[in-house]
Structure formats: structure tokens, C-alpha cells
């Protein structure tokens, strides 16, 4: 198993952020945490990274790679953050530190977690580039040379360079333009199944999570309301929640027919 | 008319209700009562010297006892408090009218105009405030008036560099764009849509603003460039006993612990009107919801 | 056919230093009628904010004629003058695009005030309530609400209903609902088809990077590929026989 969530309970002063989440994320799985903004899922996955902010308090477990991540240590945070998990965040732009290139940004994870020579990492970096779809010219970039795309596949390149057993992508693709975003999920998507790796995808569109994942659990102000196949909620939710988000992704999106009439 | 009475009493309870805000009412409060009554009274008319009695300790008839030349310590700080705070005031208003001028210029759309504003200030803000009030001195003579010019000047300089960003970030928005796009007069979004958006900054600036004033006033009497001769001023009482503290401390004592819980109060002022009268700081304001 | 209201003819526009000029919009020929929804479709690049903006007069093309409803803006006060005054804007950050200092009730009252100025205070507040109603909002309650106090949905309905309160001939909306929850998006549509309903005469300029979005509301889509008109045509035929494979690729990041 590579997360197990158990009765997980986040406070931030006396507010309730989240409650009794129960969730599981098995090997080479792709997991979906779907839920409108306020929702609270963006909270559990900052749980998962060790990252919650520091007036806020979590109870119950959660286990990643084995290890208890509730009251683990900075340190042990970190090393496990380093080499079992890989981030992808939803505004690649402001995720990329501006004054360093590609190379040297998709390189940092391999120089704090693992002890290779130099031209073994500028292989390594080469590999992931081109892996993520990006020319060996973009190496030297700075991020504001890149497209939103690029910044994104950028992104996805620093996650996973490190060859993590779990990618947390947070809104990945929110802040993309429509036939970018279809591009960025499928590039993750594939990689993550090729590397074996499991991963939580996090978003408020049903339609980009039914690309995305197998499976998936829906959130309502800090409650996981429900959870099962991701198809088969596409078809019948059961919860109001569910069955609004998936009722706003079928009006947004074009029919199967509608957008298939002409090649058909 | 009745929301603003409810408005401002609303921001009078929010100040209340910190100990930094009480404490600045309550002193500030007493500034302006005291200047007021010395309009009209005072325990010692300040002509009144009393040369057997000079240097005095403080004593029933004299509660902070006498100066050098046996005049009541206690009516001079009381008639000196009315003219610092003419002097705050004054400073203050001049400070924010030049520098909301000078943040007009640098966030106008006009490229130029806004260039040069930037450029001006940044070379304008190496000027020391005490060589602008000497240059006014020497025209006009020392007064209040050259104080409040020196300050004022030096401050608007000082709000304008601070207040720059925020208001440049009002001045961007979709907001200022859309009130531009309907119609309104640049110099009303200035002030209806981009000054309000500032408050945060501005109203703690001016407030430091009116404390440096103080400081500036006791250093330029004390250099005789400040209020003239004879004119009373915390200042003139600091400087007239300054001389001798090491024989009559107790002198210099009384000013001095006027001076600093005024100025302290002043800048706890700030804080405490920032997180009171700014609709998105205190909820009080928007409604009366979720008021803690 | 109902009047041209805005027509855009030959757009070049092009951005940046001398150095590193971009044209970002080649020769585009853009017109819109009263009463219509047209949606202007491309990815990010393609020029389609430059171009709806330079429409409604808040940018101004290199080279080529914006023409409202006769007039050239370019020429003269009159044109520019009528379409500021005859237009509203809606923007992507709702939160971006009310002050954050003004109630609710200032902020949608505002444009009213600024075009109608001797309008009594009692009519302004009449016509606000109206708009806020119309996009499912309660005057009542929200009127005298700040931004900070309102959901994103919320925020993006009062402005729509601020942008729509002095009646204009035109609306541009911009990615108003790209920065929206995909669930509350639905909402934001309701209320742009209800100020087309009260006001049948109205054009609607909806920008936006997704097919999916405009389908039901827009009668018109124009496609836009880095800075030239790809493909246009009304949606239903646009979305069955389109000709572009650029305009596939947008149905297909559109499709479930």
C-alpha cells in the first residue's frame, strides 16, 4: 500500500478543516481527490507532504511508503518527501524558482537526495526532459521563457527525476489553456504508469479526473462523501456532491458524438 | 450621516479593545483636552516668572515645580501641547497632500509623468530634513510654519516611496480599469478606488508621520531653528532646561516623558487604526459578523 | 440580420521592444452583431484577449479599423466615446475586478452613477437590485457585502450584474470562467443567458480557451491560432463539420 489514511483529522485554531478521512492510494494505482474550492482536499494533500501549516494540528495516521508521516520529524519529513514522493503543483510559473534554468531546477531534487556524480545527473536531466516532451534546447532556459505548458512539463520533470513511488499533483492543470491541459494529463498519466509509481491527482473538474484516475473519492467541506471507480461515478453518483460535480463536467464538455459526428 | 456616526463607532470599539489602541486613545485624548483648556486656562500665566523661586522642585503651587527663570513647568507644557499638535496636524495634512500628489504622478498612465515623479522622489528623499528647515530659516525665519514645511515635505517624500507599490498594484487592477472604462475621471479613481486601497500603509505612515513631527520639533528648537523664542513647545521646554540636566533633572524629566508617550502613542496609533477602520482587517466593519 | 454593432477589419497588433517585437495578431477581420453571443476560441497565445480588447477600446491595433456601429474609434471622440459608454466588461479573477474597499452595492452601482448622473438614488438602487436578481443574487443580503465576504461564483455574478447595469449594447467577458469551480461554472452561464434574455438586443463577446464552456451559450464561435482567424462559423455547424484540424483538437480537449 502506498498511502493509508486513517482517520484523519485537521484543525487549523479551532475551526475544523477536515474530518474522519479514511483513504487508501494502493501500488501503481491513480487515485482522485475531487471537491469544489473550500473543500478541504488541498489540506490532505499537504498532510501527505508534511507541509500543513504550522497553526494547523492533524490527528489519526497517515502512512506513506510504510512510515508514519503524523508527528514524523522535519528531517525524516524531508528525506522521505525527497525520495518517496514527487510534487506537481497547479501554477507551474510560480512553482519554478526564477532565476534558475531547467537544467539546474529539474537537477536540485537529485542533488539533496542522491549522491551521483555530476555527468550522471546531466544524463539523468537529459533523460526526464526529453521524457516530458521538451527539446534539449530548453536545458538553458529561464522559466519566463517558457509557455505555461512547458513550465508545467517543467514541473512534472522535477517530480519525477527522483523516480518516486507517489506523484502528488495538485490542480496540475487548472491554470492551462483546454488542449494543453488534455496534453499535460496524458504526459502524467503515462509516465506515472510506466515508472509504476501510484499517484493522487487533486481537482474540482470532473472531466479532467475521469482522464486522470481509476479511482476516486469525493470531498464536501472537509467529509469524504464518497468514493468507487471513477467511471462508475461518472455514471451514478450517488451523493449530491457527486452528482453536481459530475453534472457541471457533462454540460462544460462536448459529447462523445457531438465532437465525433465529423470523424465518424 | 447615521452610518458614518455607526461606522466610526465601530472603529472607536475595535481601537478600545487592544491594549496598544486604548492606550493611544487615551493619551492622544488627553493631548487634545489639555491643549484645549490651555486656550483658556492655565495654572500660570507664562509671562509669570518668579525669580526667588527658580529651578524648584515640584511643590503644591507648582505641581512640576519651575524653570530657570521661575516660570510654572506645568503651564508650559500645557500651553507647548496645543502647538505640537498644530504642528502634527499640519505636518500630517501637507505630508499626505504632497505625497498622494507625488503617488498620482508616479502611477499615472502617462509614461513620462510617472518616470520623472519616480526619479524625483528618489532624488528628493537624499535631502536631510534639517537642511530643508535651515533653507527655509533663512527666508522666513525660524517658526512653526518652517517646521511644518520641513516636515511635511520630508514626509510626503517618505509616504510617497511607501505607498508606491500598493497603490501601483490598485492602479493595475481590473477594478481601476473598469471605473476608468465607464467613465470616471482619472482623478476620482485615484481617490475613490486607489487611496482606499493604501489605507493599510497610509494611515500608518501618516500617524508615524505626526510622532517623527515631534521629534523634529524638539531637535530644530533645539538647534534655534525651530518655534521662535517665547513661543512654547515641548521642544522650547526640552531646550530652555536641557543645559542644566545635570543639576536639575527633574526639568528635563517632565518634557521628556511627554515627548516619548506622545510619540509612543502615536505610532501604536497607526497599528491599531490600520487593523480598526479597514473593512477587510476588521469584519466589525463589514456587517457586524463574526466580530471577536 | 440583426445590426453590426462592432466590426474589426485587417488587426495587426504586435507587442514587446524593438528588439524582441511579436505580432500577436495577423490581418483579423472580426465583426459582431446586436443581440448575438460570439465566442472567440484559442489557446493561450493566440491573441484572442488582444484582439476582443482591442475591440472594445481598451488596447489600440497597430494597424486596421474597430468600427462601432459606424464609427471608426480610432477617429475622432464620438466612436469611442459611444462604445465606452455602451459596453461592460467582465474579467477572469472576479476578486481582481471588485474593489476589494467597495460593497457589493457601490461596486455594481458604479457604472450607473458615472453614465447616468442626475438617475435619482432611489432609481440606481431599484436598477441594482434588478441585475442582481437576474443573476441570482439577493440585493437584500449581498448588497451591502464586501468581495472578501462572497464566494468566487458570487463575486463573478456581481460582475456580470455590474456590467450589464447600465444597459450596454455590448458585453466582453473574458475568461470569466476559467478562474471559477467547474461546479459553480454552471451558475455563471445561467446568469450570462439571463442578461441575454432581459435584454435580447445585447452582444455578448464570451473569450475563452474552451469549446466545452461556450456550447450552449454562444451562436457564433470564431477560432483563433496564434494571432490569425482559423475557422468561423455558427457553433452547431462549427462543432459538427469543422474544417480546421487546430479547431478538432480544441473539440477533442473538449470532449469527456
Known amino acids: 500500500m502506498s498511502v493509508e489514511i486513517r482517520n484523519l483529522n485537521i484543525t487549523i485554531g479551532s475551526k475544523p478543516i477536515v474530518h474522519d478521512i479514511d483513504m487508501d492510494i494502493a501500488d501503481g494505482e491513480r487515485v482522485g481527490l475531487v471537491g469544489s474550492s473550500g473543500s478541504g482536499k488541498s489540506m490532505i494533500a499537504k498532510a501527505l507532504m508534511g507541509l500543513l501549516p504550522a497553526n494547523a494540528s492533524a490527528d489519526g495516521s497517515v502512512r506513506a511508503g510504510g512510515a508514519q508521516l503524523i508527528g514524523a520529524n522535519d528531517t525524516d519529513m524531508a528525506d522521505l518527501r525527497g525520495r518517496y514522493m514527487g510534487m506537481v503543483f497547479q501554477n507551474p510559473a510560480a512553482a519554478l524558482n526564477p532565476v534558475t534554468t531547467v537544467a539546474q531546477q529539474v537537477e536540485l531534487p537529485l542533488r539533496l537526495h542522491y549522491d551521483l556524480s555530476a555527468p550522471e545527473r546531466q544524463e539523468r536531466v537529459k533523460t526526464m526532459l526529453s521524457k516530458v516532451g521538451l527539446p534539449e534546447s530548453a536545458l538553458g532556459k529561464y522559466p519566463h521563457e517558457l509557455s505555461g505548458g512547458q513550465a508545467q512539463r517543467v514541473g512534472i520533470a522535477t517530480a519525477l527525476i527522483t523516480s518516486p513511488r507517489l506523484i502528488i499533483a495538485d490542480e496540475p492543470t487548472t491554470a492551462l489553456d483546454a488542449i494543453t491541459q488534455r496534453q499535460i494529463v496524458d504526459l502524467l498519466t503515462s509516465l506515472v504508469d510506466d515508472a509504476g509509481a501510484s499517484m493522487l491527482f487533486i481537482t474540482h473538474d470532473f472531466a479532467v479526473l475521469a482522464r486522470a484516475t481509476t479511482r476516486c473519492y469525493v470531498l464536501e467541506d472537509g467529509a469524504m462523501v464518497e468514493s468507487g471507480a471513477t467511471a462508475d461515478l461518472l455514471d451514478h453518483p450517488h451523493t449530491e456532491q457527486a452528482r453536481k460535480l459530475v453534472a457541471a463536467a457533462r454540460e462544460l464538455t462536448l459529447h462523445r458524438q457531438e465532437a465525433e459526428v465529423h470523424h465518424g | 450621516m447615521a452610518t458614518l456616526r455607526v461606522t466610526l463607532r465601530v472603529i472607536l470599539r475595535s481601537m478600545w479593545r487592544r491594549a496598544g489602541g486604548r492606550y493611544s486613545l487615551i493619551v492622544l485624548g488627553l493631548w487634545v483636552l489639555v491643549s484645549l483648556v490651555s ?62 500628489l507625488l503617488v498620482a504622478a508616479m502611477v499615472s498612465r502617462h509614461g513620462a509623468l510617472s518616470a520623472v515623479s519616480v526619479v524625483l522622489v528618489d532624488a528628493l528623499i537624499s535631502v536631510p530634513t534639517v537642511l530643508v528647515a535651515l533653507i527655509l530659516c533663512v527666508p522666513f525665519g525660524a517658526s512653526a510654519a518652517v517646521i511644518v514645511a520641513a516636515c511635511g515635505f520630508a514626509y510626503g517624500l517618505n509616504l510617497a516611496r511607501i505607498l508606491r507599490p500598493s497603490a501601483m498594484l ?52 533645539y538647534l534655534g531653528i525651530g518655534v521662535g523664542a517665547g513661543v512654547p513647545s515641548w521642544g522650547h521646554s526640552l531646550a530652555t532646561s536641557v543645559k542644566f540636566v545635570g543639576i536639575y533633572p527633574l526639568t528635563v524629566l517632565w518634557p521628556g516623558l511627554v515627548v516619548t508617550a506622545v510619540v509612543v502613542a502615536l505610532n501604536l496609533l497607526g497599528d491599531a487604526l490600520r487593523d480598526a477602520a479597514d473593512p477587510l482587517a476588521n469584519p466589525a466593519l463589514r456587517g457586524g459578523q463574526d466580530e471577536r | 440580420m440583426a445590426e453590426i454593432l462592432l466590426q474589426g477589419s485587417g488587426i495587426n497588433k504586435s507587442f514587446g521592444a524593438r528588439g524582441a517585437r511579436r505580432q500577436v495578431l495577423f490581418d483579423v477581420d472580426v465583426d459582431v452583431r446586436a443581440g448575438e453571443c460570439l ?20 488596447e489600440t491595433a497597430d494597424s486596421g479599423v474597430v468600427e462601432y456601429r459606424g ?68 440585493s437584500a443580503t449581498l448588497g451591502s457585502r464586501y468581495p472578501i465576504d462572497l464566494s468566487g ?78 475557422e468561423s462559423g455558427p457553433t452547431a455547424r462549427l462543432l459538427a463539420h469543422s474544417q480546421s484540424a487546430y479547431t478538432r483538437r480544441l473539440i477533442e480537449a473538449a470532449s469527456l
Open chain 3, 71 to 138: 464609427h471608426n474609434i480610432a477617429e475622432g471622440r464620438q466612436g469611442l466615446r459611444m462604445l465606452r459608454e455602451e459596453s461592460g466588461l467582465v474579467f477572469q479573477d472576479p476578486f481582481s475586478s471588485l474593489d476589494p474597499r467597495w460593497r457589493v452595492g457601490s461596486s455594481v452601482a458604479e457604472p450607473l452613477k458615472l453614465r447616468r448622473k442626475k438617475l435619482p438614488s432611489a432609481a440606481v438602487k431599484q436598477r441594482v437590485a434588478e441585475v442582481l436578481g437576474l443573476v441570482g443574487l439577493d
Open chain 3, 153 to 230: 461564483g458570487q463575486a463573478q455574478r456581481v460582475a456580470i450584474a455590474r456590467a450589464i447595469v447600465a444597459k450596454p449594447k455590448v458585453v466582453l467577458a473574458d475568461e470569466a470562467l476559467s478562474a471559477i469551480d467547474v461546479a459553480v461554472r454552471v451558475q455563471i452561464l445561467d446568469a450570462f443567458a439571463a442578461i441575454r434574455r432581459a435584454d435580447p438586443d445585447m452582444a455578448l463577446i464570451m473569450v475563452s480557451h474552451d469549446l466545452g464552456v461556450v456550447r450552449h451559450i454562444a451562436d457564433r464561435i470564431l477560432v483563433l491560432h496564434e494571432g490569425r482567424v482559423e
Open chain 3, 39 to 58: 465566442a472567440v476560441i484559442g489557446g493561450s497565445g493566440s491573441g484572442k484577449t488582444t484582439l476582443t480588447r482591442i475591440l472594445l477600446g481598451l
Open chain 2, 39 to 100: 486656550l483658556v486656562w492655565t495654572p500660570y500665566s507664562l509671562l509669570a516668572t518668579d525669580g526667588f523661586h527658580v529651578w524648584s522642585k515640584p511643590s503644591a503651587a507648582h505641581p512640576l515645580g519651575t524653570d530657570g527663570v521661575g516660570a510654572d513647568v506645568l503651564s508650559w507644557l500645557m500651553a507647548g501641547s496645543r502647538t505640537n499638535l498644530i504642528i502634527a496636524a499640519l505636518s500630517v495634512i501637507v505630508a499626505a497632500a504632497f505625497g498622494l
Open chain 2, 170 to 221: 490598485a492602479a493595475r487592477s481590473a477594478y481601476v480599469q473598469s471605473a476608468l472604462h465607464s467613465g470616471m475621471p482619472a482623478a476620482r479613481v485615484f481617490l475613490t478606488h486607489i487611496v482606499p486601497n493604501t489605507l493599510p500603509v497610509l494611515v500608518v505612515q501618516l500617524s508615524m508621520s505626526a510622532g517623527t513631527s515631534i521629534l523634529a520639533e524638539a531637535g530644530l528648537t
